[in-house]
């Protein structure tokens, strides 16, 4: 999880996940062959994005 409880932008204590996949998916800058859904975080009051992360990490080293 995240380290916030509450939206920076308008202080909203509702935060939920979404997930990014396909054509959204990040990529490594060498390789285009391996990739990795991104997950968000993301206020439900007014859509301000908190944080991103990719889903498998491991694919990046």
């Known amino acids: ?5 509450k939206c920076p932008n308008c202080g909203c204590n ?5 997930i990014q996949k396909g054509q959204g998916s ?3 800058m060498d390789s285009f062959g ?5 997950i968000a975080y993301i206020c439900t009051e007014c859509g301000y994005i908190i ?10 080293k």
Do not use: C, Q, W, Y
């Open 1 to 5: 999880m995240i380290e916030t409880d």
């Open 14 to 18: 509702e935060i939920e996940r979404g």
């Open 26 to 28: 990040m990529h490594p």
């Open 34 to 38: 391996l990739s990795s859904n991104v």
């Open 51 to 60: 944080a991103m992360r990719v889903e498998k990490p491991k694919r990046f």
